[in-house]
């Protein structure tokens, strides 16, 4: 199946600093998300982004399809950004549906200082 | 975006008890809705997927018999922990699929922490 490889692991930033996470896919996929996991466990769905370029207020994503890679920008981050972010992809072969059976990678653990 | 609802947040059981988690989406319907489990400072790891009016499907190794699953309605699904072990002990994550615009979106219950005495 589809490997998903996010770095880097660990990230502490100073509050108001900007950040790139990335995300490394090996197979062509047809469902690639990132999600941001706070302190209490809640995922939130930040973007559906399995090509191209999304904004959301102080976030943004890029997915370059052919070169298999997603990449997450935080601008001016805040410490309620600290958390842990995950990409997770589903591989071009495994259909239409059930987004949920994609594979999910280990995680950025974001902290922001004040 | 899509809410889906999950309950308990957190529960306590001395061990051989069950345990029902339930999650329900709030404002849309899911006729799969799917279920994790996450050890502290580690992924997601997909159990199984949870189906409407059908079988759940459960990923390999995953015992079925331990970890019950019903889908009775396109809002609610259920897991049940039966005769529950220490080792069971973790952070269950219920998600659901919306389509918006062709695209499938997953959306999370808020988790509830097991822990086994």
């Known amino acids: 199946g589809i490997q998903v490889e996010q770095s880097p692991p660990d990230l502490i930033l100073q509050e108001g600093a900007n950040s790139t996470l990335r995300c490394n896919f090996s197979?062509?996929?047809?469902?690639l998300q990132w999600f941001h996991q706070n302190p209490w466990g809640q995922l939130i769905n930040l973007f559906y982004i399995p090509s191209g370029t999304k904004q959301n207020g102080r976030l943004s994503a890029t997915t370059v399809a052919t070169e298999r890679y997603s990449l997450l920008y935080i601008s001016s981050s805040q410490t309620t950004d600290s958390g842990v972010y995950f990409c997770?992809?589903?591989?071009?072969?495994?259909?239409?549906?059930?987004?949920?059976?994609?594979?999910f990678g280990d995680g950025t653990t974001l902290t922001v200082k004040p | 975006g899509a809410v889906v609802s999950q309950h308990p947040s957190r529960v306590i059981c001395k061990s051989g008890t069950s345990v029902k988690i339930e999650c329900r989406s709030l404002d849309f319907q899911a006729t799969t809705m799917f279920w994790y489990r996450q050890f502290p400072k580690q992924s997601l790891m997909l159990m199984a997927t949870s189906n409407e009016g059908s079988k759940a499907t459960y990923e390999q190794g995953v015992e079925k018999d331990k970890f019950l699953i019903n889908h009775a309605s396109l809002t609610l699904s259920t897991l049940t922990v039966t005769s529950a072990h220490p080792e069971d002990s973790s952070f269950y994550i219920c998600?659901?699929?919306?389509w918006g615009r062709g695209n499938e979106k997953l959306f999370f219950g808020s988790g509830t922490q097991l822990s086994v005495l």
């Open positions: 197979d062509s996929v047809n469902n």
């Open positions: 998600s659901a699929p919306s």
């Open positions: 997770a992809a589903r591989g071009a072969d495994q259909g239409n549906t059930n987004a949920g059976k994609s594979t």
